[in-house]
């Protein structure tokens, strides 16, 4: 099952199968991650810690969802395109 690539990189516009893993890889991996985060804020706010500290925290899983959505638009076709 091949997708399409919306940076129009490669001659047929068509992800290989291996990048295609890759990036299902990356995104299972940040996916997990930005949980991680998610739980760890909750459990710092639950503590009272520092709210700069918990700032830093939601930035940082802000800046992971922003690469999952990256990811998200490589594997998905540009339909409206």
Avoid: T
């Amino acid at each position: 099952m091949a997708g399409f690539r919306r940076d129009g990189a490669g001659e047929s516009g068509l992800m290989s199968e291996q990048e295609q893993a890759a990036i299902r890889l990356e995104f299972a991996r940040l996916k997990q991650e930005h949980a991680d985060f998610d739980a760890a804020i909750n459990a710092m706010i639950a503590m009272g810690c520092d709210a700069l500290q918990i700032q830093r925290m939601k930035k940082k899983k802000l800046a992971i969802k922003d690469r999952l959505k990256d990811l998200e638009d490589r594997v998905i076709p540009d339909i409206i395109a």
